[in-house]
């Protein structure tokens, strides 16, 4: 019953900034920690950003600097705000979510479909 749905990808000009957005609906008791990845044609999903469920954060060494990654408790909703952006940033982004579901006791990983972003002139 749980999902987690991405929205705000597109095309973006080289220096121009981009905000994701990801939710979660369903059966959820409580979401520890919400990753953003992403994935390049060819190329394997590699992470982006962390967001614990205080707040801490920590980064890709790629990213650090140009992205921030926040999210919104009460919405079981995290954002990824993207600014001086590359060429090399062009893949899908994915969102992660460690997520308890009501009338469990173990926590799983879930996964978003998935946005594309292209940062193209």
């Known amino acids: 019953q749980v999902q987690l749905v991405e929205s705000g990808g597109g095309l973006v000009q080289p220096g121009g900034s981009l905000g994701l957005s990801c939710e979660a609906s369903g059966d959820i008791f409580n979401i520890r920690d919400m990753n953003w990845f992403r994935q390049e044609p060819g190329k394997s999903r590699q992470w982006v950003a962390k967001?614990?469920?205080?707040?801490?954060?920590t980064y890709a060494d790629s990213v650090r600097g140009r992205f921030r990654i926040l999210r919104d408790n009460d919405r079981n909703a995290v954002y990824l705000q993207m600014n001086s952006l590359k060429p090399e940033d062009t893949a899908v982004y994915y969102c992660n979510a460690r997520i308890l579901r009501q009338r469990s006791d173990t926590y799983t990983d879930y996964w978003g479909q998935g946005t594309p972003v292209t940062v193209s002139s």
């Open positions: 967001i614990t469920r205080p707040g801490e954060t």
